[in-house]
């Protein structure tokens, strides 16, 4: 059964065509499907059943389940790094402490449009011994871009002096991710009595708090 919080889901905007509409359909379905059954628990064959395709039409938009796995996560994680890497640079103080709270204001944003993130990450985590190096690989590289735009923050945020200059750029970046997913997990796991908005709102002004340069 798909989660409720994804059916309440406002569908993510269609990345550009590769051969027309048909194989976004089908990452469409192909998201709900994992989402619902995890990675092992879906099938090409249950991809089509759902799409209202045959397995033929299928096979012509993608060779096999990893392509089709490959393609959701890209569609997915793409949204969520264009998003932050958009941010507004910031070049004063006041403009950097502004920015990082937009950090956690567009990140709450993007769960609630697409909260299929937070069950895509548990399904690599409870299934990694059964995914494919391939897919492996590719969540890996993923996750670290992610890891990179969040680097890029916390050393602007030193270098403009609004962060501790001894902040450990690499343990602070983990801090983020971390906090961002725990609440995103509970958000997943509550639904609407957890809110997600305030709760990331809070943990930013924390963060700022302890990092901050005038402590």
């Not at 269609?14 to 509409?21: E, H, I, N, Y």
């Amino acid at each position: 059964m798909i989660p409720k919080a994804r059916k309440q889901a406002t569908r993510v905007s269609s990345v550009p065509r590769r051969r027309g509409t048909l194989d976004q359909v089908l990452i469409t379905t192909a998201m709900d499907l994992f989402a619902s059954y995890g990675y092992r628990g879906t099938s090409l064959a249950r991809i089509a059943r759902a799409a209202g395709v045959t397995k033929g039409a299928l096979y012509w938009h993608f060779a096999d389940k990893e392509q089709f796995f490959l393609a959701v996560a890209d569609r997915v994680l793409r949204e969520w790094s264009d998003a932050i890497v958009q941010l507004r640079k910031a070049t004063t103080i006041d403009e950097f402490r502004t920015e990082f709270m937009e950090l956690f204001n567009i990140s709450a944003l993007l769960n609630e449009k697409n909260p299929w993130v937070s069950r895509l990450l548990m399904i690599i985590t409870l299934e990694s011994h059964r995914i494919s190096p391939r897919v492996l690989r590719a969540m890996r590289r993923a996750n670290n871009a992610q890891f990179e735009n969040l680097r890029q923050v916390v050393a602007r945020g030193q270098n403009l002096g609004a962060l501790d200059r001894e902040l450990d750029v690499e343990w602070a970046s983990t801090q983020i991710w971390a906090s961002m997913i725990g609440l995103q997990l509970l958000w997943y796991l509550h639904g609407p009595r957890f809110d997600l908005k305030r709760s990331f709102r809070r943990q930013g002004r924390e963060l700022l708090r302890l990092w901050g340069s005038e402590k």
